[in-house]
């Protein structure tokens, strides 16, 4: 089986759920390579020669100094065929999730999206998501000979294993139109210093037992000191005490940390939807009989204002800072 | 300006979610279907559009006679007629397919919808519409400035915005922060029972998917929940040391 791996960069560096896809990508079993299209090509060629991968596979194109997902999709998939790729493989991030649809379509081939398990039954691929915000979860096959998948990002140990010999590294001519490029991000805007959301490895969260947007403060200090991203419930988004972005649950963001900590959330349907997969819950409210408390590993029943203080500092001690 | 919204016809947020005896489904028993809630969004963005540059919105849906619900609570919002495509539906790429075909002979200008359905999850009909429509899309969009046949999009990525130009006619998957949508008003709610409702059959090739099995996941909890009894400080060690000698996770 050949697997393709798109590789996302960002600031000239390979983003971690494309490093998580090859691990996926492994455990399928099958010749891996990996497609880097960008306009400068040469550091991320440098980076991917480090992988275990048996391939790199490359398209550039001056215009591709902004991206444009069009134009991605279109070289994605003329990479895919000069690979003859069986399985294609891509980061379930903002952008991945833009493009494999794109890619599914260019190659005729049935796609599944946000895949958090693969199994194999009978030699075909199960591949395994959410839906429903993590309410179910859907087991599908794909019936076209090409299949695409993107994988959800924190699930897979980001391969670091080195290539048994170096990689080769192949260019491909893509027949771009300037129709392809009729959309372009021209700019990216960090947050300064935030971690996202929908990235981190340690959430935590606060919900309207937190009383109002000044008491942030304590969450934001315990997100400190776990080195967390803080979230919020979408009771909290709503009275407007937080931002969207920060919105755990089904109309917000689904996430899968290895840690979520719920401080002062009842754990409505539609929040519960979008943090019970986390590795470890815990739960800190008032109320012993928060809906919260009946997913939580650990958790506290009592006042997050006077707890939250002592757990701040108990765990900066434990994470020696 | 002539403004498509493609809508879906969704389980409330507070619904529960119970598997269906042939096991690949959800039971619709007790469920209650609501707009999806992106589709909100999108329809606001269009009205406000519509209002500030005149044209018409047209909304559109696939599914059986049901979905029209989700149609009419479009219109309530003040859209102007609607379109449902009937047919079945297997995966995604089989909506995408039946929405394109009846997109195409619209000549439609802006194509606006919900960055995701909150059933599936997929955010896959924009970007499939983007190549079967042979136009540019942006997706997971919170802003958006429409000046003549260009557009810049505000799109939400993990840790901040990238800014997108993007050229019209295109088209755009609505993400919270994008507007407020409007509650309908109870005459808007009446009008909308008279607005037109055009019904088509939709044609679609082959699913290229298969649903093997619906589960609802069971992780096992080690549920220890403690009591601070008077003293928190305790219970606030006790918990750190839980999840560092237990949990492992710091």
Redesign the interface.
């Known amino acids: 089986m050949n697997i393709l791996v798109y590789l996302e960069d960002r600031n000239g560096q390979i983003r971690k759920p494309s490093l998580e896809a090859i691990s996926a990508a492994h455990a399928l079993g099958g010749t891996v390579s990996v497609a880097i299209i960008a306009a400068d090509t040469s550091a991320l060629i440098e980076q991917a020669k480090s992988l275990n991968v048996s391939s790199v596979i490359v398209a550039s194109d001056a215009r591709m100094a902004n991206y444009s997902s069009r134009a991605t999709g279109r070289a994605l998939a003329a990479i895919a065929r000069e690979a003859k790729a069986d399985v294609i493989l891509i980061g379930a991030t903002g952008r991945g999730k833009d493009l494999a649809p794109r890619v599914a379509v260019r190659l005729e081939a049935g796609y599944v999206p946000e895949v958090t398990t693969f199994a194999s039954e009978g030699g075909e691929i199960i591949a395994t998501h959410p839906v429903y915000a993590g309410k179910a979860q859907m087991s599908l096959k794909v019936t076209t000979p090409v299949k695409v998948f993107s994988t959800r990002p924190n699930l897979w140990k980001a391969s670091k294993d080195a290539p048994a010999a170096e990689p080769t590294v192949q260019n491909v001519t893509v027949d771009w139109s300037d129709a392809d490029f009729k959309e372009r991000t021209k700019e990216l805007v960090l947050s300064q210093g935030k971690i996202d959301v929908a990235e981190a490895d340690i959430i935590v969260s606060g919900g309207r037992g937190m009383r109002g947007p000044e008491n942030w403060t304590l969450i934001e200090s315990l997100a400190g000191a776990f080195g967390a991203a803080t979230g919020a419930s979408r009771a909290a988004v709503d009275a407007g005490w937080r931002p969207h972005s920060e919105q755990v649950g089904q109309t917000g963001k689904t996430v899968s940390p290895t840690l979520y900590v719920a401080v002062g959330i009842s754990g409505a349907v539609q929040h519960l939807a979008g943090m019970s997969s986390a590795k470890t819950i815990v739960a800190i409210n008032k109320d012993e009989n928060a809906p919260i408390f009946s997913i939580a590993d650990y958790g506290i029943v009592g006042d997050a204002f006077e707890i939250l203080p002592p757990l701040t500092e108990e765990i900066k001690k434990l994470r020696g800072h | 300006m002539n403004i498509i919204v493609c809508v879906s016809h969704v389980?409330d947020?507070?619904?529960?979610?119970n598997?269906a005896g042939d096991a690949k489904s959800?039971d619709p028993a007790g469920v209650k279907f609501i707009l999806n809630?992106?589709d909100e969004l999108a329809v606001e963005e269009a009205l406000r559009l519509r209002d500030k540059m005149k044209g018409e919105v047209t909304v559109i849906t696939v599914g059986a006679d049901n979905a029209k619900e989700a149609i009419r609570q479009a219109l309530a919002m003040g859209a102007d007629k609607g379109i449902l495509v009937k047919g079945e539906k297997k995966?995604?790429?089989q909506v995408?397919e039946m929405l394109a075909q009846a997109i195409k002979p619209l000549n439609a200008d802006l194509i606006l919808l919900g960055k995701q359905s909150?059933?599936?999850?997929?955010?896959?009909?924009?970007?499939?519409l983007?190549?079967?429509l042979?136009l540019?899309?942006?997706?997971?969009v919170?802003g958006l400035t429409i000046d003549g046949n260009k557009a810049t999009a505000e799109?939400?990525?993990?840790?901040?915005?990238?800014?997108?130009?993007?050229?019209l006619p295109?088209i755009i998957a609505a993400?919270?922060?994008l507007n407020d949508p409007r509650y309908p008003s109870l005459p808007n709610i009446m009008k909308a029972k008279q607005k037109p409702v055009q019904e088509i059959q939709g044609a679609p090739s082959?699913?290229?998917?298969?649903?093997?099995?619906?589960?609802?996941?069971e992780?096992k909890?080690?549920?220890?929940?403690?009591?601070?009894d008077g003293n928190?400080?305790h219970?606030?060690?006790e918990?750190?040391r839980?999840?560092?000698e237990e949990?492992k996770?710091?």
Request: with cysteine; aromatic share 4%; charged share 25%.
């Open positions: 389980p947020t507070t619904t529960r979610i598997v959800i809630p992106y995966d995604s790429w995408a909150i059933d599936f999850d997929g955010m896959e009909i924009a970007p499939m983007s190549e079967l042979d540019p899309a942006a997706t997971v919170v799109k939400e990525v993990e840790g901040g915005r990238e800014v997108i130009e993007i050229e295109c993400q919270k922060g082959a699913a290229r998917t298969e649903v093997v099995q619906l589960t609802k996941p992780k909890r080690a549920n220890k929940i403690l009591k601070t928190p400080t219970a606030a060690h918990l750190a839980m999840l560092h949990a996770v710091i």
